[in-house]
């Protein structure tokens, strides 16, 4: 299997415009996470979703935010309009199960100017 | 406060050393707990899971966890090179998956 996909891998962008990343998570998994990771706060939950199903939005920072998954096999996080310190490396993870191990997809790293 | 508490480092040992890694936490309603381990610009991977207080043993890997004192321990004997990594610790209420509180991580670095 290839493991979660993310992309873009990079993404450069200024402040005010929108930006999206997304996520494919390893097939057969019914949960998939969104994180946050920076060197102050860390890694931290920003959303989550059973069967397509968002379960648990109460990590997303503001309404700049929204994420969807249209299909078991692709969810997307978009942040519109983009600020500076929403630079951070954005993590996509994938279970089978609730109490299953998550698997971490390569990140993408956002920088706003 | 943070739920988790994790010493950032870094650390530094030469190779063959036993490692010690630490996280304190404020919840005593976790459960399970996680450590994982996160190459530079990689994603965490799992590395040790265990549920409530006790010892769990992986090659040269041991979890240990002290729920009366909310203390969480990953020890790593023999280190190598390739244990050169940051170390996530990482908690939930119920079991593996769902709503995981990460520590902020600590960086190891084993050197020749």
């Known amino acids: 299997d290839a493991g979660v996909i993310q992309s873009p891998r990079h993404e450069v962008t200024e402040m005010g415009q929108e930006v999206t990343l997304r996520c494919k998570p390893i097939s057969g998994h019914d949960y998939l996470f969104w994180y946050r990771q920076t060197m102050m706060r860390g890694l931290e939950l920003l959303i989550y979703f059973n069967n397509n199903v968002p379960i648990d939005d109460s990590g997303m920072p503001e309404d700049r935010f929204s994420a969807k998954m249209p299909n078991a096999s692709f969810s997307t996080l978009k942040i519109q309009p983009s600020e500076p310190r929403d630079s951070a490396v954005y993590f996509c993870?994938?279970?089978?199960?609730?109490?299953?191990?998550?698997?971490f997809g390569p990140g993408t790293r956002l920088t706003v100017l | 406060q943070k739920e988790v508490e994790q010493d950032p480092g870094p650390l530094s040992v030469p190779e063959g050393a036993i490692v010690s890694l630490n996280c304190t936490y404020s919840?005593?309603?976790?459960?399970?707990f996680m450590w994982y381990r996160q190459y530079s610009r990689k994603g965490p991977e799992l590395l040790m899971y265990?549920?409530?207080?006790g010892n769990k043993e992986d090659g040269r890997f041991t979890a240990q966890v002290d729920k009366s004192s909310k203390y969480i321990s990953l020890f790593i004997r023999d280190s190598q090179p390739s244990d050169s990594a940051t170390y996530l610790c990482a908690m939930s209420f119920t079991g593996g998956g769902n709503k995981l509180t990460f520590g902020t991580g600590t960086q190891l670095k084993v050197e020749l």
């Open positions: 919840n005593s309603a976790f459960q399970y």
């Open positions: 265990t549920y409530s207080s």
């Open positions: 993870a994938s279970s089978r199960a609730p109490d299953d191990t998550q698997y």
